[in-house]
């Protein structure tokens, strides 16, 4: 009943693609098909003209938060930001050993990673293209790495297909490729395509194909130095005698096609995922970390905003002050950067205009679920020589990273040993006990990696839903939503403007609410000049 | 507001959503499989709440408390009304998804029965599979 109308049909294609490489490609592909503009970041800013002293209140010390909060003190502006942790970055966050976290519902983690061990529960990775976040990085000092998307030696799994044994991305995508390239060079020569394309260029789409498509000189793809060139061999190269390398025996088309497995290989092709990406070194939360330097005794930690309410002469926010048993406390300033989640805001009583409300209220917020695993060794470098990477998977849990950092070097290691956004599965994840989710995450995995049964130590499971500071992951903007409300939840209420990623075009990514931030105190910065 | 139904029905509903609560045990539904796709596997409203509805509103349906809140669902009068609750589950209501979209009408219908019967809840008209696909027509047919 959901594909009868336009909207929801549409929204099932996102789901689909979700289904088969895991939410955040679902989510990139949202912003890639709405919106395919590149970053619009072309440096830092520059807020000329005379502030006049003028205060203002930042609500939320995440990314979104302390740019505004660094930009607008660096103009002149006292700023001072309510923050409801004990610690900068909101959904920028890294999990290390010793680190304690309770979610909802009373559950405590202590996170038993070894020193230099972590999980990204929020952000993990950084496309090329999110200029912001990089020129800010630079900036304030973050040291940047690699993060490894697309391993060609990592796995596509699925429990349906090839007896449940995982394949390696490289087997896929290259007979995926040369029986493709075979099939379109045999329709070319039986002038199959005759109509499309004229005999000149049909002479040299064929050698397009040869190259691409690993074809032989008789346009075959088969076993042999040609498509072994692509796929690897079954038998390696190697020096002295019996050296000579055996080609392998490509995986016919059929077997591909029929176990889906090539719906994984989207996730690579995908803009947000294209190489180079990038992760801080030391993990994720370290660009909060770094933001939260920049204004030292400019956020107040342990502040529960429960009201936010303007006149002509400014805003006064009430805030529960958490270290003093709740006691009410009201922050006033001449303007105030609202940058709470909005499954935050909406349930808190702010007097602005009821289409700016009804934008607030209009935004669900996605399910989603990451689990940290900790093993006594590197096992997949070591037995499988899986160097960073994601396998990707039709099990509950999506996904296995691995880490893009510190290879070849032996000893412990932490995978992100999950990955779900929306659907079922995240919702379920969501539902058990964290020991719970971390043991599923761990025999599920064990379907791929069978040394989980034997090296699994430890691990910690966050599930976005169940985070106290946000109750979900991020906003899970429809389009027909967007259509209606988001350029009301952009606008300039009286004294109050809200950022976040929610208030951008890359939902979900720190890109978004670094520039969300940026554009707001653009347009509030002139607002107080003119005045 | 739905009509009060007449009492001997009500009586054989209860009699039903109970006895499928006291069948599930606590075993069973941790060892439960979890879905495949994007359609929730679980059957009946037991099974419905504690592994999708209780991730947020707990298990106890008492809700949660954080920066935000999720709202109580145990002695919970809001719920008199089938159709706000239903409104919900199809619809979502804030931040709150619309997890109707992710099962059949008997799926939606059972997970609104045992949250009306249970947590100190006790409305006795029962909402069916067909209020529920009715209730998903009007919804798209808004211009």
Known sequence: ?531 | MKVAVLPAIALIASAVIGASSVAADDASLKSAAMSHGWEFGEQGGVELFRNVCAGCHQVDGRGAVGAGRYPRLADDEKLASSEFITSILLGGLKAMPPVGDMMSDAQVADVINYVRTHFGNSYSDVVSAADISAARRRAASVP
Request: a negative charge; aromatic letters at 10%; proline letters at 5%.
């Open chain 1, 1 to 531: 009943m959901r594909d009868t109308t336009p909207a929801l049909s549409r929204r099932r294609l996102f789901e689909i693609i979700g289904a088969s490489v895991g939410g955040a490609a679902a989510y990139q592909a949202m912003t890639c098909l709405g919106h395919a503009e590149e970053s619009p970041y072309r440096g830092p800013i520059k807020l000329d003209g005379d502030s006049k002293g003028a205060s203002v209140v930042i609500l939320g010390a995440g990314l979104a938060g302390m740019t505004a909060a660094i930009e607008l003190e660096k103009a002149g502006y006292k700023v001072s930001v309510l923050e409801f942790n004990l610690r900068p970055g909101g959904r920028n966050w890294s999990l290390r050993g010793g680190d304690v976290y309770t979610e909802l519902g009373g559950a405590t983690q202590t996170c038993e990673f070894d020193a230099g061990l972590y999980l990204n529960p929020g952000p993990w990775r950084i496309p090329y293209h999110h200029y912001a976040i990089l020129d800010y990085c630079h900036r304030f000092g973050v040291t940047l790495e690699p993060f490894i998307q697309l391993n060609h030696n990592a796995y596509l799994h699925s429990a349906n297909a090839f007896d449940g044994k995982p394949q390696r991305i490289r087997d896929i995508k290259a007979d995926f490729d040369g029986g493709v390239a075979e099939l379109l060079a045999k329709a070319t020569k039986k002038g199959a395509l005759d109509d499309a394309v004229s005999t000149q260029d049909q002479a040299i789409l064929l050698e397009a194909l040869r190259s691409v498509g690993a074809l032989d000189k008789d346009f075959h793809y088969r076993a042999g130095e040609d498509s072994a060139a692509h796929r690897g061999y079954a038998k390696h190269s190697g020096g002295g005698l019996g050296a000579e390398p055996i080609a392998g025996e490509p995986i016919g088309l059929h077997d591909i096609l029929t176990s889906r497995l090539w719906r994984g290989l989207q996730s690579f092709l995908l803009y947000d995922f294209q190489t180079t990406m990038f992760q801080p070194v030391g993990g994720m939360g370290r660009i909060g970390e770094a933001f939260a330097r920049q204004i030292p005794d400019r956020i107040r930690y342990g502040a529960k905003v429960v009201a936010i309410q303007q006149n002509d002469s400014g805003v006064a926010v009430t805030f529960e002050d958490l270290a003093a048993g709740g006691a009410v406390r009201a922050a006033r300033a001449d303007w105030c950067v609202c940058a709470l989640p909005l499954s935050i805001l909406s349930q808190i009583p702010v007097n602005v205009s009821e289409r700016m409300k009804s934008a607030i209220d209009a935004v669900p917020y996605a399910s989603a679920v990451k689990f940290g695993l900790q093993f006594s060794r590197r096992f997949w470098e070591e037995d499988e020589h899986i160097f960073g990477g994601i396998s990707y998977t039709d099990l509950p849990i999506r996904q296995i990273s691995y880490p893009s950092t510190n290879f070849n070097a032996g000893g412990k290691g932490v995978l992100l040993g999950g990955y779900t956004f929306d659907g079922p599965n995240s919702y379920e994840f969501t539902a058990m006990p964290p020991a719970e989710r971390v043991k599923r995450a761990v025999e599920f995995g064990a379907q791929i990696h069978p040394q989980y049964l034997t090296e699994f130590e430890n691990g910690v499971s966050v599930a976005w839903s169940r985070v106290p500071f946000t109750l979900g992951c991020a906003g899970d903007w429809s389009d027909e939503a967007r259509k209606a409300h988001y350029s009301d939840l952009c606008q300039i209420d009286g004294r109050i403007v809200l950022a976040g990623e929610h208030a951008s075009y890359i939902p979900a990514w720190q890109e978004g609410a670094i520039l969300s931030a940026l554009d707001a105190i653009q347009r509030l910065h002139k607002r107080v000049v003119a005045s």
